[in-house]
């Protein structure tokens, strides 16, 4: 009922692109806000990018110019389309989003890129 779910993740070379997409049951995706986060082994998750129900956008300095959140309301669809990877973009990548005063993650999906 209450989910979110990432897919898209593989290996890269530095320079390339990848798209990677999380899948939002409605009551998630009807909030004000849903984001993507990364997390290498050893260190702390990480925001990324951030959209509003308005499609207003929001991104870290590390990604900015290099990366897009986009969102397809009627599929409850949100999209992270990555460009001019560096190795250091290497992590595990996570959405989420809220509902009634609690945050839901989805499993992740690996990213990997070779240099």
């Known amino acids: 009922q209450v989910q979110l779910h990432e897919s898209g993740g593989g290996l890269v070379q530095a320079g390339g692109s990848l798209r990677l997409s999380c899948a939002a049951s409605g009551s998630i995706f009807s909030t004000n806000v849903i984001g993507w986060y990364r997390q290498a082994p050893g260190k702390a998750r990480e925001f990324v990018a951030s959209i509003t129900t308005a499609s207003s956008t929001y991104y870290a300095d590390s990604v900015k110019g290099r990366f897009t959140i986009s969102r397809d309301n009627p599929n409850n669809m949100v999209y992270l389309q990555m460009n001019s990877l560096k190795s250091e973009d290497t992590a595990v990548y996570y959405c989420?989003?809220?509902?009634?005063?609690?945050?839901?993650w989805g499993q992740g999906t690996q990213v990997t890129v070779s240099s």
């Open positions: 989420n989003g809220g509902y009634q005063s609690r945050v839901y």
